[in-house]
Structure formats: structure tokens, C-alpha cells
């Protein structure tokens, strides 16, 4: 094909020049070779830290990322060296993770658009007086710009893993059977429990060891001080009161990163365990299915107050055998083995991608080169 497009003229080359040509190409070849061989790479500069299928990633997503987890830690004491540069090596996984979703999101078309990424800015903005939305993107070491690239970056692998994983999770009516019939002893109550959900905001930092990513919620959201957490967890009850759903609130406030990544789902705390408050426990006595508590204030181990929070009764529970014709026990474990089962797809989905691209880590290299120096 490429010689019908030649001219006969070009066509009587010099046969010397030809010999010529592929003698040079092969010593450049077996140079280049070579080269590799004493580990030669593809230069880069200090100010990136990988790259994914030749995308890089620069050292300043690192420095934030870990800047900002150095601020919400509570410990004062300094980390060594080695400490630190070990928070940054999985740093970087993780950002090449992120960026290997993005990739693939954009393969299939699921890229957050400009509307979807300005609804979700303008929902968390609703929290915050530009003044006090100002302050945040300050405390989170962010221009706006970066901040609207990370919702982006949530929105997308939401998408992403709902299209890949979520979708294809099927829980079928013998699965929860046989759970059922292997775990009944767990179903079988000593005494009531109650099913509950919370939205929490406490004033202090955020403890980096239960969050990923240093973030407790999925908008990064966190008070920094009492008024500010007063203020916080007043307008959530406003938007609660107005009929907004507890669990997305939860989901996007909340400041308790194990809790707040299921909607708020406490779990089914026992009577005993709600009666060592009296206050929160008579308030919980109140309710019915389907509603929250005032605000109530939370209290650290001085008996100060640290945070405040508003909890909803999903369920009551009296003691005794539950049998699977409950409707709620079939919904919590079906819930269980959905998260479970998700959470395993992930993972394998995350190592699946992985091996598919091609991944670069400067970072680790410059560690292992430098001795961990």
C-alpha cells in the first residue's frame, strides 16, 4: 500500500543509502537498549510524582492531599521521616487509582458534566455564606478550581462504579435464605435494640485514621469550630424539617466517616447500651419509625460539649427470635450482602484496571533509589 503512494523516481534510491539507513537505525536501536538495560527511563520532572498511560500526575495533588491530612491530626507529635514518606507512598497509590478511574470513566462516557458538577458545588455551597464558603476552600488548602476537579473526580467514580458494579450486584431471595439459616442464633434479641441513623458535627479536627482520603463525607465537609458546628447542624435540621432525605444529608454532612458513608446507619444500638444517656435515650423514646430528634448535644470524655447530632429511628425491636419473614431483617441482610459483595467487586475492579494501564510511580522509584532517605 505505501508503495503505490511513492513516485517511480523515489523508487531507485541509492541500494548504499538504504544499507546506510537501517545500519544507523540499528544502532540506535540496540543503544537505546542498552541504555534501558542500566536504567535509562523517560525523563520527568521533580514536580511529578507518576504518571498513568502517560498522564501525569503532579507532586502538588501530593503535597496538598498530605498537607491537608497533617492539619486534621490531633496528635501534635512530629512523624519521622520514615513515617511520613510511607503516608506519602500510599498517597500516591492513591491518586493513581483516582486517576485510572477517570480514565476509564471518560473511556465510557461517564464523565461528570458541567451541570452535574455545578449541582452538587451549589447543594454543598447551600451550607455556607460565601464568606464562610471562602474560609473552608482556605482550611482545605484549595482554590476553587481544584475544589470543583475534586467533586468532578466524586461524581464521576460514583457514576463509574454504579454503572460497573452497583448495576450488576444481584442479592436473590436464597442467598438471604441460607444467610438467614446460618446466622439465626445472631437474630435471636436478649433484649430490645433500636435501628438508628445519625448526623453528626463535632467542632474539633477530624481523626485522619477513619477517613479516607482525609475526608469524613462525600463533600469534604467538616466545622472547625463550635459556632461553626451550631450553625452547621442547625441548617441540616432546617433541610431535614423542609423533607430532604435524612440518608443523602447524612451521606454529605455528616461528620462520622464510618457512619456516614451508609446514609448515617448506626446499626441496632441495644436499650441497655441507649441507657447509659438518659438524654439521648429519652429522646429516642419518643419517636416514632420515620423520625428525628432535636439537636442533641455530644459530649467527649471531660464531659464537654464536642459536637452535636440528630438521630432518626429507622426501627424498634423487641426481644425475642426474628424469623426471615420479618421485613426487616430480609432488608439488612440483603444490605449486607450487598455491601459486602460490593466492596469485593471493587477491589477487584480497581486490580483489574490497574494491570490494564500503564503505570509509572516516580515516587516510589526516587525512595527505593534514595534508600528511604
Same mark, same amino acid.
Given at each position: 500500500?505505501?508503495?503505490?503512494?511513492?513516485?517511480?523516481?523515489?523508487?531507485?534510491?541509492?541500494?548504499?543509502?538504504?544499507?546506510?539507513?537501517?545500519?544507523?537505525?540499528?544502532?540506535?536501536?540496540?543503544?537505546?537498549?542498552?541504555?534501558?538495560?542500566?536504567?535509562?527511563?523517560?525523563?520527568?520532572?521533580?514536580?511529578?510524582?507518576?504518571?498513568?498511560?502517560?498522564?501525569?500526575?503532579?507532586?502538588?495533588?501530593?503535597?496538598?492531599?498530605?498537607?491537608?491530612?497533617?492539619?486534621?491530626?490531633?496528635?501534635?507529635?512530629?512523624?519521622?521521616?520514615?513515617?511520613?514518606?510511607?503516608?506519602?507512598?500510599?498517597?500516591?497509590?492513591?491518586?493513581?487509582?483516582?486517576?485510572?478511574?477517570?480514565?476509564?470513566?471518560?473511556?465510557?462516557?461517564?464523565?461528570?458534566?458541567?451541570?452535574?458538577?455545578?449541582?452538587?458545588?451549589?447543594?454543598?455551597?447551600?451550607?455556607? =455564606?460565601? #464568606?464562610?464558603?471562602?474560609?473552608? @476552600?482556605?482550611? +482545605?488548602?484549595? $482554590?476553587? *478550581?481544584?475544589?470543583? /476537579?475534586?467533586?468532578?473526580?466524586?461524581?464521576?467514580?460514583?457514576?463509574?462504579?454504579?454503572?460497573?458494579?452497583?448495576?450488576?450486584?444481584?442479592?436473590?431471595?436464597?442467598?438471604?435464605?441460607?444467610?438467614?439459616?446460618?446466622?439465626?442464633?445472631?437474630?435471636?434479641?436478649?433484649?430490645?435494640?433500636?435501628?438508628?441513623?445519625?448526623?453528626?458535627?463535632?467542632?474539633?479536627?477530624?481523626?485522619?485514621? =477513619?477517613? #479516607?482520603?482525609?475526608?469524613?463525607? @462525600?463533600?469534604? +465537609?467538616?466545622? $472547625?469550630? *463550635?459556632?461553626?458546628? /451550631?450553625?452547621?447542624?442547625?441548617?441540616?435540621?432546617?433541610?431535614?424539617?423542609?423533607?430532604?432525605?435524612?440518608?443523602?444529608?447524612?451521606?454529605?454532612?455528616?461528620?462520622?466517616?464510618?457512619?456516614?458513608?451508609?446514609?448515617?446507619?448506626?446499626?441496632?444500638?441495644?436499650?441497655?447500651?441507649?441507657?447509659?444517656?438518659?438524654?439521648?435515650?429519652?429522646?429516642?423514646?419518643?419517636?416514632?419509625?420515620?423520625?428525628?430528634?432535636?439537636?442533641?448535644?455530644?459530649?467527649?470524655?471531660?464531659?464537654?460539649?464536642?459536637?452535636?447530632?440528630?438521630?432518626?429511628?429507622?426501627?424498634?425491636?423487641?426481644?425475642?427470635?426474628?424469623?426471615?419473614?420479618?421485613?426487616v431483617v430480609q432488608q439488612s441482610i440483603r444490605d449486607q450482602l450487598r455491601s459486602?459483595?460490593?466492596?469485593?467487586?471493587?477491589?477487584?475492579?480497581?486490580?483489574?484496571?490497574?494491570?490494564?494501564a500503564k503505570v509509572e510511580n516516580y515516587f516510589a522509584e526516587q525512595i527505593f533509589?534514595?534508600?528511604?532517605?
Amino acid at each position: 500500500m505505501l508503495r503505490d503512494t511513492i513516485s517511480p523516481v523515489m523508487l531507485k534510491i541509492d541500494a548504499h543509502l538504504v544499507r546506510t539507513v537501517r545500519n544507523a537505525s540499528l544502532a540506535l536501536a540496540i543503544s537505546c537498549a542498552a541504555l534501558t538495560a542500566v536504567g535509562c527511563k523517560k525523563t520527568h520532572g521533580d514536580d511529578v510524582v507518576a504518571s498513568v498511560n502517560g498522564h501525569a500526575i503532579p507532586r502538588a495533588d501530593l503535597d496538598r492531599l498530605f498537607d491537608a491530612q497533617q492539619k486534621s491530626k490531633q496528635d501534635p507529635t512530629p512523624e519521622s521521616p520514615e513515617q511520613a514518606t510511607s503516608e506519602k507512598l500510599e498517597m500516591v497509590r492513591g491518586l493513581i487509582d483516582q486517576e485510572i478511574v477517570e480514565q476509564r470513566a471518560a473511556k465510557m462516557n461517564l464523565t461528570a458534566t458541567n451541570d452535574e458538577v455545578d449541582a452538587k458545588i451549589n447543594e454543598f455551597k447551600s451550607h455556607y =455564606t460565601d #464568606q464562610d464558603f471562602n474560609e473552608y @476552600l482556605k482550611q +482545605s488548602n484549595q $482554590t476553587l *478550581d481544584e475544589f470543583r /476537579r475534586n467533586v468532578r473526580r466524586s461524581v464521576t467514580s460514583t457514576k463509574l462504579f454504579n454503572k460497573e458494579i452497583e448495576s450488576k450486584i444481584n442479592v436473590t431471595d436464597a442467598e438471604v435464605t441460607n444467610y438467614f439459616n446460618t446466622h439465626k442464633a445472631d437474630y435471636n434479641l436478649i433484649e430490645n435494640r433500636y435501628h438508628l441513623a445519625q448526623i453528626i458535627v463535632t467542632s474539633g479536627p477530624l481523626d485522619p485514621t =477513619t477517613a #479516607q482520603g482525609g475526608q469524613a463525607n @462525600l463533600q469534604g +465537609s467538616k466545622a $472547625t469550630n *463550635d459556632a461553626d458546628a /451550631r450553625k452547621k447542624i442547625q441548617t441540616i435540621k432546617n433541610r431535614i424539617d423542609a423533607g430532604e432525605d435524612f440518608g443523602t444529608l447524612a451521606a454529605n454532612y455528616s461528620e462520622n466517616p464510618q457512619t456516614a458513608s451508609n446514609g448515617g446507619d448506626m446499626g441496632f444500638p441495644s436499650e441497655s447500651q441507649l441507657r447509659s444517656d438518659p438524654q439521648t435515650f429519652a429522646a429516642i423514646s419518643k419517636l416514632k419509625a420515620g423520625e428525628t430528634t432535636d439537636i442533641l448535644p455530644v459530649y467527649g470524655p471531660n464531659k464537654q460539649v464536642i459536637g452535636y447530632v440528630i438521630l432518626k429511628l429507622l426501627a424498634r425491636e423487641s426481644a425475642g427470635q426474628r424469623d426471615l419473614t420479618n421485613p426487616v431483617v430480609q432488608q439488612s441482610i440483603r444490605d449486607q450482602l450487598r455491601s459486602s459483595r460490593s466492596q469485593l467487586l471493587k477491589n477487584a475492579y480497581l486490580e483489574m484496571v490497574r494491570d490494564q494501564a500503564k503505570v509509572e510511580n516516580y515516587f516510589a522509584e526516587q525512595i527505593f533509589n534514595s534508600g528511604a532517605k
